[in-house]
Nanobody, 125 residues
Framework: QVQLVESGGGLVQAGGSLRLSCAAS????????MVWFRQAPGKEREYVAG????????YYANSVKGRFTISRDNAKNTVDLQMNVLKPEDTAVYYC??????????????????WGQGTQVTVSS
Protein backbone atom coordinates (compact mmCIF):
# COMPACT_ATOMS: atom_id res chain seq x y z
CA GLN A 1 0.00 0.00 0.00
CA VAL A 2 0.94 3.63 -0.35
CA GLN A 3 3.31 5.23 2.16
CA LEU A 4 3.12 8.95 2.91
CA VAL A 5 5.60 11.50 4.25
CA GLU A 6 4.68 15.11 5.09
CA SER A 7 7.01 18.07 5.14
CA GLY A 8 6.89 21.86 5.28
CA GLY A 9 5.59 22.56 8.77
CA GLY A 10 7.09 25.20 11.00
CA LEU A 11 6.56 28.34 13.03
CA VAL A 12 4.94 31.36 11.41
CA GLN A 13 3.36 34.60 12.59
CA ALA A 14 -0.36 35.19 12.25
CA GLY A 15 -1.17 36.37 8.75
CA GLY A 16 1.71 34.46 7.22
CA SER A 17 1.81 31.48 4.91
CA LEU A 18 3.15 27.95 4.80
CA ARG A 19 3.10 25.26 2.15
CA LEU A 20 2.88 21.65 3.24
CA SER A 21 3.80 18.78 0.97
CA CYS A 22 3.03 15.08 1.12
CA ALA A 23 5.05 12.59 -0.89
CA ALA A 24 3.61 9.16 -1.71
CA SER A 25 5.50 6.01 -2.60
CA UNK A 26 2.78 3.89 -4.19
CA UNK A 27 2.32 3.36 -7.90
CA UNK A 28 -1.47 3.67 -7.60
CA UNK A 29 -1.37 7.19 -6.14
CA UNK A 30 -3.40 8.57 -9.02
CA UNK A 31 -6.37 6.38 -8.05
CA UNK A 32 -6.58 7.68 -4.47
CA UNK A 33 -8.28 10.66 -3.00
CA MET A 34 -5.86 12.62 -0.84
CA VAL A 35 -6.91 14.47 2.28
CA TRP A 36 -5.30 16.72 4.86
CA PHE A 37 -6.33 16.39 8.48
CA ARG A 38 -5.13 18.29 11.52
CA GLN A 39 -5.16 17.73 15.25
CA ALA A 40 -4.67 20.42 17.85
CA PRO A 41 -3.76 19.62 21.47
CA GLY A 42 -6.77 18.33 23.36
CA LYS A 43 -8.96 18.24 20.27
CA GLU A 44 -10.19 15.59 17.86
CA ARG A 45 -8.54 15.09 14.51
CA GLU A 46 -10.46 17.10 11.92
CA TYR A 47 -10.80 17.16 8.16
CA VAL A 48 -9.12 20.17 6.59
CA ALA A 49 -9.14 19.67 2.81
CA GLY A 50 -9.53 16.89 0.27
CA UNK A 51 -8.88 16.38 -3.42
CA UNK A 52 -10.25 13.70 -5.69
CA UNK A 53 -8.20 11.22 -7.66
CA UNK A 54 -7.56 13.42 -10.70
CA UNK A 55 -7.51 16.81 -8.98
CA UNK A 56 -10.75 17.96 -10.57
CA UNK A 57 -12.66 18.36 -7.30
CA UNK A 58 -11.58 19.88 -4.01
CA TYR A 59 -13.26 20.16 -0.62
CA TYR A 60 -12.52 22.32 2.40
CA ALA A 61 -13.57 22.69 5.98
CA ASN A 62 -15.49 25.91 6.51
CA SER A 63 -12.79 27.18 8.83
CA VAL A 64 -10.18 27.24 6.05
CA LYS A 65 -12.20 28.11 2.94
CA GLY A 66 -10.67 31.01 1.08
CA ARG A 67 -7.35 30.64 2.92
CA PHE A 68 -6.11 27.12 2.13
CA THR A 69 -5.67 25.44 -1.26
CA ILE A 70 -5.10 21.74 -1.83
CA SER A 71 -3.46 20.52 -5.03
CA ARG A 72 -1.86 17.38 -6.39
CA ASP A 73 0.65 16.32 -9.01
CA ASN A 74 0.03 12.71 -9.95
CA ALA A 75 3.15 12.59 -12.11
CA LYS A 76 5.25 13.33 -9.02
CA ASN A 77 3.07 11.48 -6.48
CA THR A 78 2.65 14.56 -4.32
CA VAL A 79 -0.16 16.52 -2.73
CA ASP A 80 0.31 20.02 -1.31
CA LEU A 81 -1.58 22.28 1.05
CA GLN A 82 -0.98 25.99 0.57
CA MET A 83 -1.99 27.80 3.76
CA ASN A 84 -2.42 31.57 3.66
CA VAL A 85 -3.57 34.14 6.21
CA LEU A 86 -2.73 31.75 8.99
CA LYS A 87 -4.37 32.18 12.37
CA PRO A 88 -3.35 30.95 15.82
CA GLU A 89 -6.28 28.53 15.73
CA ASP A 90 -4.62 26.81 12.75
CA THR A 91 -1.92 25.55 15.10
CA ALA A 92 -1.96 21.76 14.93
CA VAL A 93 -0.18 18.69 13.68
CA TYR A 94 -1.13 18.26 10.03
CA TYR A 95 -1.45 14.82 8.46
CA CYS A 96 -2.00 13.66 4.91
CA UNK A 97 -4.03 10.54 4.29
CA UNK A 98 -4.97 8.37 1.32
CA UNK A 99 -8.44 7.04 0.55
CA UNK A 100 -8.91 4.28 -2.02
CA UNK A 101 -12.36 5.71 -2.68
CA UNK A 102 -11.27 8.52 -4.93
CA UNK A 103 -13.84 11.25 -4.21
CA UNK A 104 -11.98 13.33 -1.64
CA UNK A 105 -14.98 14.17 0.51
CA UNK A 106 -14.94 11.27 2.99
CA UNK A 107 -14.04 12.43 6.48
CA UNK A 108 -13.94 9.42 8.80
CA UNK A 109 -10.46 8.39 9.94
CA UNK A 110 -11.37 4.74 9.37
CA UNK A 111 -11.87 5.41 5.64
CA UNK A 112 -8.17 5.95 5.03
CA UNK A 113 -5.65 3.26 4.18
CA UNK A 114 -2.49 5.23 4.87
CA TRP A 115 -1.36 8.18 7.00
CA GLY A 116 1.76 10.26 7.11
CA GLN A 117 3.70 10.87 10.31
CA GLY A 118 2.43 14.43 10.69
CA THR A 119 4.11 17.82 10.55
CA GLN A 120 3.76 20.54 13.19
CA VAL A 121 2.34 23.92 12.23
CA THR A 122 2.53 26.63 14.88
CA VAL A 123 1.03 30.08 14.31
CA SER A 124 2.02 32.76 16.79
CA SER A 125 0.02 35.88 17.61
Amino acid sequence: QVQLVESGGGLVQAGGSLRLSCAASGRTFSRYAMVWFRQAPGKEREYVAGINWNGGSTYYANSVKGRFTISRDNAKNTVDLQMNVLKPEDTAVYYCAADRVGTGWRTLESDFIAWGQGTQVTVSS
